[in-house]
């Protein structure tokens, strides 16, 4: 078992004892400990350490929080996206329209199952995936469309759907970052064929690897989901699919979920909701300490809807100028930070052959210019934000504190 002193940024010490490291969850990975090894030991005891009984408790257990009908755990948010395609119908050749800036997964799912991604450019308030922009990417080969929700909230959901509509497309939803972010009272991830959680450490709720989730209301995506997670083979996979078949159905994977993986989540999941408040706490210091300091163009705001949309910070984005000399900066400080995300994906080299060019998403291509991600997870001390944001403002010409 890793130690929990291991788990935070090793990169960022400055021998000032004053270190803010990106992330760190020791603190709280220590009180939990007495709960995640009561469950350790349990799996130990049973022998069953992947796609066992706590993995199965584990489903349960988010289905009943997300209000879902089905949560196929899986071991990672990258395998959960290739397997929703896959189960809501993606064929060979199809198109997905997926906004040009996001984590490489978002694309690189498409492609590994089997399609063929579309980029659109992004809402530069939310960074989500803009209606628009997404129309215009539309041809006749266009089958999905997978908005992407990012840092603090969702994309506009009820855009997309209008989207989808007109264009006869399966929404998919790519809410990795999303645990705990509703429309109008319907957790992200469920507002079409599904869509997907990431366990992955610094996630807001993380695991101590990796780890993921497929998330549906539909019952034959979950049950091919399930069947893909394990080689393919339908029965066993899912309480609301009982039975067992050694027959291979289709073409699958081996991405069961491990038990000592859920056997950490079960612990964590409970704390969740004071957790999701204390993000909420520390991105409204900074805000509070970050107003106006020249520098920064731009910082993370919900943006008003007609209907409810429970934003939760994952992280603390800001756009900033000179962004990758005030990275440098902070390092030499000992405060870790994270560029979401340096190079657009439309731009990255796995998908040249899709023939894009600089310029053609702006909106994409400035934040992958300018933004950044400060420390932000529930072990953070209001004084390292304090130190956090003083090193911002002299970095811009302000006074340190």
Known sequence: MEHAAALADPGTADHSGRAVPFFSQASSFAELWPAIATNVTTVLHRGKFSHGPLVAELERALAERLGAAHVVGVNSGTDALVLLLRAAGLEPGDEVVVPAFSFVASASSVVLAGGRPAFADIDPLTYGLDPGAAAAAVTPATRMVMPVHLFCQLADLAGIAEVAQRHALTVVEDSAEAIGMRWDGVHAGLHGAGGVLSFFPTKTLGALGDAGAVITNDDRVA???????????????????????????????????????AAVLLAKLGRLDADIARRAELAAAYTERLRGCPGVRRLPTAVEREVDTDPVFYVYLVEVEHRDALVEYLAAHGVGTETYYPVPLHLQPCFADLGHRRGEFPHAEAACARAVALPLYPDLLESQVDRVCALVRAFYGGAAS
């Open 223 to 261: 049950e091919t989901a399930a069947a893909l997670r394990h080689h393919g083979r339908f029965g066993r996979t899912l309480d609301h699919f009982p039975g067992i078949s050694n027959e291979t159905a289709l073409p699958g994977v081996n991405s069961k979920m491990d038990d000592l993986q």
